[in-house]
């Protein structure tokens, strides 16, 4: 397909008004084509307005069109075959196997929110029959569903050009809940995101549907995503990126006549507990794995650990040796962009002259350009608790080895931790009583908790929580990944006491959408039902 | 029960070392003893911090206990007898009859609580089982559960001494989920908030729970509230009052280091749309029917009617002069307050003399003080839908009839109101064309629907939606009116391939608290369950 550097509103190409921006590749530091034409402010406001008029015949779509949507976007995202992957190489630097498996999680999701519009249990179907004999009043029928906030803005992630962006989970999840979307380009992979537009346009176009529910935007980073958060026609937000941009729109966003939700992912350390029991397995396979859990995707994922705890004493130095020794065989991997590159060299610089922290391990620099060479830290536990520098994220292949002396020492340095997405724990049966009270401590600080893992590679389903306390996210009620994501983009609505033709159809008697419902306060299920996994 | 007149936190009464504050009679403008003694901002760390420390043990409270605490507090209610409804109507003016109907209330949605408790779907349990072999990764266990966000601050409402004060709505549902509460009582009515204060505190004491589980606080009005909401043991706010004071606090937990979720519920017009068929039944009784939901508690209720569309033409002169008459047989009841009188008084005066709009019709005063004449004003729908001051909302017995020309009237003005708890219809069959391009226009502007009913009257159950889009509440994805109130103060929390010993017991194998769970997204019932109806 031949890019066109525009901006793809309700549908049509618009040429933006303002300056021009490309891609870059970040192995070479080279200019990729097109230039793409950024949209005003005023501009914008077209594909808002575009996404209020989408909202009435889209939020009220049937089941069967509405997954079909979803899973035609999916459809079309695979159909553009291996230009979407050479392209998000090219601007991003990930390797193709990675972007392959990213894909495959994008038009996995995709799917998988199709069952969930089919299946139908989102729609939170409660029924309260009336109680005309009730005394001293009688009881009017009740009944509640969920229904879609409106129109969404999505903000694409620079790590995940797919499964974070275009038609990621945010957008996934928004359009399965029925709200419009209105996608903010991540201007570091702009070809990838117009590539991935197509698909949806041409989604929304086969089906018929309103062609103001999609529109993908590209604009000036900050001002014009500031514009979008204020924009009145916008009721929710996803986003996915620096605690520092997240903070700022969600101000944005309180400060509005109308408040409106942010959903944003922000940062994470995702600290690593090793237990005496699990040193004395094979202490080398940790340790590489921990090292490969860290330099993966040259450690630019949400979930990349940050800080691995491990007891001091002999079997602790021997997992830091193997650490030290893992990491030295890693060559560095192309950064997402020159400007991540440089941020992650002023982070480590500051952790490395941070007091009491050395270093345990370094790789080689990669061929290429903003590919820095991994390294591993090391400290004591009372360093990590009195100096705040050990707290920030580093966004890249980097983590710190925090030794610890005591159940105590980790008790207080969980409960010292920020907000974090995920917690892991390394561990056997003999350590079950030195780990279950760090688990109550760990369940007020994280979103996932996971025992013998690693926290990457997150899984896409039904129990999944991608989320936690701030600043993990703006708002740890929710999860931007897995299917209760949809709930972030839906509200409750009581009906009383209306006659069956001015009832919604999912709260018609027959129930002609096949729900579960609550009646009374407990399940009933649908005799004729989908199933909710894809 | 000799009332003290001071705090009470942690089950132990503080003497408040700022000033005195006194309730007072609004019927004779009489202060009630005792004085009360207003807590200083440091000594009511004393009672965040005892929440803080309650929190671990009152979140993983087995449900039978957890359930018998709210049942017990009912009971407690209701043990305190005919001086809680004395007092309450000494401090408030409301009538007996209407106290007891409340006291109903709070104890009835404390015994649904305790239903909800035992029932346990909102411990929202979701398995996602390991998928060893599949490929190309395998599937590792997920569980995931909701657990409490963290000790609540609830503030009371002047307007429900009980059902939204002390042991109110947002209290249940805050101690349903497992949050400690911080209550801060209401200055309006001090000696209703201690006596139920003492009921709670005695079902903590009798369950043997953390003392910090509960606290009742008397502090100077807004800044105290202010350092509540800042206070960083505090999760979660429950706010039922003025716009003004609901968005100060949205403010403050916004501009928190760790921003905070607040529900307040603020203001509402509720209006009220009569279609032509309604009016060739009974107009008088319709006409009736109507001042008694104006004027019902002084027209106190967050869900009172301020606004009535009716058609123009005979049959709405008819609907008008028949509401007109019947205001007129109406006398003034006791305000809360001094102040919400002179609040009323401003308001009336402010939209009687607004252009286009004259005074349908007026009740007597009462005899009591504070109790202003009922008055019912009407006007053009050109009128209100160009001058703001038509949409303020006047908290007591006023109301204006607005007369419309035609569905597109009714369209626009729907489309034009800011969000509302609640909007009406009354219709006959012959009105179901015409109304039903209505009903998605206010389901984008309300929490609730109403055919041929009022609003006032909500009823607690499963279904009910009592919130709606700001500025009726700051947050629409929540309700504070029925079971659905408790997922306001929850959040997931996955659990990824967790060991048998190290899990939660709501997401063992064994199932021991008999829950229903969602496996692989679709619900699967436990064996032997609680049902969801108190």
Not at 254 to 263: F, L, M, N, S
Not at 309 to 331: I, S
Request: charged share 15%.
């Amino acid at each position: 397909m031949t890019l066109t550097g525009h901006s793809l509103i309700a549908g049509e190409p618009v040429v933006g008004e303002g300056k021009t921006t490309n891609g870059f590749n970040p192995a070479t530091n080279e200019a990729l084509e097109p230039a793409y034409s950024l949209l005003t402010e005023e501009q914008l406001k077209t594909a808002t307005a575009a996404a209020k008029d989408a909202f009435p015949s889209f939020s009220s779509l049937d089941p069967e069109t509405h997954a079909a949507f979803l899973e035609a976007i999916a459809d079309n995202i695979e159909a553009i075959g291996d230009e979407l992957i050479t392209r998000a190489g090219q601007e991003t630097g990930l390797p193709a196997a990675r972007l392959q498996g990213e894909r495959a999680r994008t038009t996995g999701q995709l799917r998988l929110f199709a069952a969930v519009v089919r299946q139908g249990d989102f729609r939170g179907v409660r029924i309260d029959p009336a109680i005309p004999d009730r005394t001293p009043l009688p009881r009017a029928d009740i009944r509640q569903r969920q229904i879609p906030l409106g129109p969404v803005a999505v903000f694409g992630a620079s790590n995940f050009p797919l499964a974070f962006s275009t038609a990621g989970g945010d957008t996934a999840s928004a359009l399965a809940a029925g709200c419009p979307v209105v996608f903010k380009a991540h201007n570091a992979h702009p070809g990838t995101s117009e590539l991935v537009g197509h698909a949806v346009t041409k989604a929304v176009k086969d089906l018929g549907l309103h062609p103001g529910v999609f529109s993908l935007v590209y604009g000036p980073g900050a001002s014009i995503g500031q514009a979008l958060v204020a924009d009145s026609a916008i009721k929710a937000v996803g986003f996915t990126g620096s605690q520092a941009a997240g903070i700022a729109l969600m101000k944005t966003a309180a400060a509005r006549p109308e408040p409106i939700p942010v959903y944003a992912e922000m940062s994470s350390l995702n600290p690593v507990f090793v237990f005496e029991g699990a040193l004395k397995g094979d202490v080398d396979a940790l340790a590489a794995a921990y090292v490969t859990a860290v330099t993966g995707s040259s450690g630019q994922l949400c979930t990349s650990p940050g800080l691995l705890f491990a007891p001091e004493g002999e079997a602790g130095d021997k997992l830091a040796a193997a650490v030290g020794r893992a990491v030295a065989t890693c060559a560095g991997q192309t950064m997402l962009t020159a400007g991540i590159a440089a941020s992650w060299n002023t982070g480590t610089e500051a952790l490395r002259s941070a007091e009491g922290v050395s270093l345990i391990g370094k790789g080689t620099p990669g061929a290429t350009e903003n590919a820095p060479a991994p390294a591993i830290f090391g400290t004591g536990v009372e360093h990590f608790t009195s100096n705040h520098v050990l707290h920030e994220e580093i966004f890249g292949a980097a983590s710190l080895v925090i030794r610890y002396r005591s159940t105590e020492d980790l008790l207080q340095a969980a409960a010292r931790i920020e907000g974090q997405l995920t917690a892991s724990l390394h561990l056997t049966g003999e350590d079950y009583p030195t780990a279950a009270p760090l688990i109550p401590v760990l369940e007020q600080k994280v979103g996932r908790i996971i025992v013998n893992g690693w926290p990457t590679g997150v899984e896409v389903g039904h129990a999944m929580v991608h989320g936690g306390p701030f600043p993990a996210t703006s708002d740890s009620r929710t999860t931007s990944v897995g299917t209760l994501a949809i709930n972030r983009f839906l509200r409750p609505v009581a009906y009383q006491n209306l006659p069956q033709e001015l009832l919604p159809e999912p709260l018609q008697d027959t129930n002609p959408w096949h729900l579960n419902r609550r009646i009374n306060g407990n399940v009933v299920p649908a005799e004729e039902k989908a199933e909710a996994s894809a």
